[in-house]
């Protein structure tokens, strides 16, 4: 059995066995032993996930950029694929919006269902409101456009929420580096491949912690998701279980069907190497609920599994977990109309298409972190005038979704990053 055949085999165990631990350790009062020996392991995980990404983003597009034989290039390969990112985020709101208002899942939500949501969820709906608020203060048009550009490197370094700065000053250097002569940018070209050789064994080393990281992220989730109350979770579920179908088939077919129909007609790439050779960076997003820590991870199996070159990787793959959420935008969708649905406000064309405008945008603004979804979906509700606090009607199930939402985003991305791939003559299809 080959490697990476193993490493799959063995993150899908961990998976399953950790999300059984997780409901066992809840079902048995475990959850303050799971809490202080097995989450720990989960959060280590994460944490070098998240290290390991803005030193990988910095030195894979130093070095690629650097390497091109000029910049149109550049801007070719980035227009493509900023076209092509909006174009499948919009075809996951189509195809969100036309399963909520055919399928209606919030037609039948019964009065004191809405009214013990209500009740249990207003607080955490407010703090959600507030974010959103404080977010959206003073913003002009061509703010998330400031919002590119940093006053301080090392301001943007050190959080994971500002990757699309990291990319920014990445493409200067390469591009400062490209107009450099030759004895000037050498010692720095040689540099930036080093760090991004050494860069791409640790992340190596962390994946052969993945299964233990994935069990132990799994674990405690589905502890804390279960933990004390196992039948409200269940009544919970079966209360909003039509809602969570809708969102779930919705990612389905759009992974299923959009991004199936992208590479089996627009790229060499066999369906089942794809989707086999993508499934650890699935795993990981579905276990970490983050496209941000997910993006090494990503970018290895893209390279090694898809046989997508390093020069588009390295751009198209970093570029994507911070502008490209299809899962984060479908079900924004669907949740902004089933809230809408369930207290009794008909949202006519106008709204909805307002939905997919508002939506394409927040998906560029969405952090790849867990949750951060939710907070721009607040901003799509009050624009199209349904009350934000109808977020508590929905967020007993958000990580689940979240969980769910993430794997389609990083499958997107992956996408793209074959099809421009493909289009600019640099996969391997093998
Ligand atoms: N967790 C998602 C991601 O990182 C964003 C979201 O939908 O909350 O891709």
């Not at 030193?55 to 390497?67: D, E, M, N, Q």
């Not at 039948?108 to 955490?124: C, F, M, N, Q, W």
Request: aromatic share 8%; hydrophobic share 55%.
């Amino acid at each position: 059995m080959s490697w990476f055949r193993k490493l799959h085999n063995q993150i899908i165990l961990g998976l399953i066995l950790g999300l059984l631990f997780g409901i066992v350790s809840a079902a048995m009062g475990w959850g303050t032993f799971t809490r202080n020996w097995i989450a720990p392991f989960g959060t280590i995980f994460l944490r070098s996930l998240f290290l390991i990404a803005v030193p990988l983003v910095l030195a894979s597009i130093i070095t690629g950029v650097a390497s091109l034989s000029d910049t149109r290039k550049l801007s070719r390969i980035g227009g493509k694929t900023i076209g092509i990112y909006v174009a499948t985020t919009v075809a996951a709101l189509v195809i969100g919006l036309i399963l909520v208002n055919v399928l209606r899942p919030g037609d039948g939500v019964p009065e004191d269902v809405k009214d013990r949501l209500t009740a249990e969820y207003s607080e955490a709906a407010e703090v959600r409101a507030e974010s959103a608020t404080d977010a959206m203060e003073d913003r002009g048009p061509l703010q998330f456009v400031v919002d590119m550009v940093p006053d301080n490197f090392f301001g943007s370094a050190s959080s994971n929420r500002n990757m699309l700065q990291v990319v920014f000053v990445a493409i200067l250097f390469g591009i400062a580096l490209l107009m450099l002569p030759g004895e000037s940018a050498k010692p720095l070209i040689l540099f930036f491949d080093s760090l991004n050789a050494l860069v791409i064994k640790i992340v190596e080393i962390i994946m052969k912690t993945a299964p233990v990281g994935v069990f132990a992220l799994l674990a405690d989730t589905f502890n804390q998701v279960s933990e004390g109350d196992l039948g409200g979770l269940w009544s919970l579920i079966g209360a909003l279980g039509f809602y969570m179908i809708v969102v779930l088939l919705g990612l389905i077919l759009h992974m299923g069907v959009t991004y199936s129909a992208i590479l089996k007609f627009l790229t060499p790439m066999s369906l089942k190497r794809f989707f086999v050779g993508i499934a650890p960076a699935q795993l990981v997003a579905f276990s970490t609920s983050s496209s941000g820590a997910t993006l090494p991870v990503t970018m290895e199996m893209a390279e090694k599994n898809l046989g997508v070159s390093e020069e588009v990787s390295s751009f198209v793959l970093p570029l994507g977990a911070t502008i490209n959420m299809d899962g984060t935008a479908l079900y924004q969708a669907v949740a902004a109309v089933f809230i809408a649905q369930t207290l009794g406000i008909a949202l006519g064309l106008g709204a909805q298409l307002e939905i997919i405008l508002l939506a394409v945008l927040a998906s560029i603004g969405t952090a790849a972190v867990p949750s951060a979804g939710i907070i721009m979906l607040v901003i799509i509700l009050q624009s199209i005038g349904v009350p934000a606090a109808g977020i508590a009607l929905i967020l007993g199930v958000d990580r689940i979704l979240d969980m769910c939402r993430t794997t389609c985003n990083v499958t997107g991305d992956a996408t793209v990053a074959t099809l421009v791939a493909a289009s600019e003559g640099q996969l391997d299809a093998g």
